[in-house]
């Protein structure tokens, strides 16, 4: 992990993981070579690039001047997957990471402390990967949760399962001041931090699929205002197309990421 890719870095002004509680609140990537992920993710999605205080593998993605994303290519030296990993908002790192472990899930990472906050690595019983973040949010949370990501949805094998097991470790529809609430829409699990979707639960991955793409995981969102314009930059750099329609595509990077690109209009 890297606390210069934490929404904290180069704030002044912050609210706290306190205030939004159980919250997506920051995502971050690890990969293997930095310079071609800057590559892949300029020409795709347009980001910018500033360095960050952890040295020379870590980057900060820049969106309009405002950061959206950490790059941290240490995916072959901490022994991890190539991959896009959500973070959530909680109160204390040491009680989501005795909870994830109560209720048979793992830590990878952590808890970690970093200035100014503390975060860890974790995966759910299911095998899903997630973060958890104690600390300082910058003072513009909401403009970064509504710009970028759109949201994250994890596909998983049973929704209503997962949602218990999330609201449990993150304290989800507990009435707390800042906190989420859940709703049951279909087949989905929804869930709303200060009446905006920020995530949502699926069912149907299978644990023991060869395929990654079918196993449960947690999918990256970013919002853009041109589906196949990202399409067919992602081709053209190396990149694939898993699904595509002109609302939304699902693409992978050279390293072999996964993340999904949805239209502005659809968010």
Known sequence: MNHDTTPAAGTTEA???????????????????????????????GWTWRGARLGE?????LADGAPVAGIAAMAGMWQMAVAWTPYFAVASADVAVARVQER???????????????????ADRDGATFGIWEGDLPSNW????????AFVRLHTRD????????????????????????DYEGDEVVLRSGGDIVARIES????????????????????????????????????????????????????????????????
């Open 15 to 45: 609210v706290t993981t306190h205030s939004v509680s159980g919250a997506p609140c920051w995502v971050s990537l690890t990969s293997r070579d930095l310079k071609a992920t800057e590559e892949f993710y300029g020409a795709v999605l």
């Open 204 to 267: 149907g991955a299978v644990e023991s699929a060869p395929d990654p793409t079918i196993r449960p995981h947690w999918q990256v969102h970013f919002a853009v205002s041109d589906v196949t314009a990202c399409a067919r930059a992602a081709e053209l750099h190396g990149g694939s197309v898993l699904r595509e329609n002109p609302e939304e595509a699902v693409l992978r990077d050279p390293d072999g990421a996964q993340f999904t690109v949805t239209s502005r209009r659809t968010r």
């Open 159 to 182: 929704a209503f399962d997962s949602a218990i097991f999330y609201g449990q470790v993150l304290d989800w529809a507990s009435g707390r001041p800042g906190g989420c609430e859940v």
């Open 104 to 122: 048979g899930g793992t830590t990878a990472v952590g808890p970690i402390s970093f200035q100014p906050g503390r975060g860890a690595l974790l």
């Open 57 to 61: 593998r870590f980057r900060v993605a």
């Open 142 to 149: 909401e403009s970064w949760r509504r710009a970028a990501p």
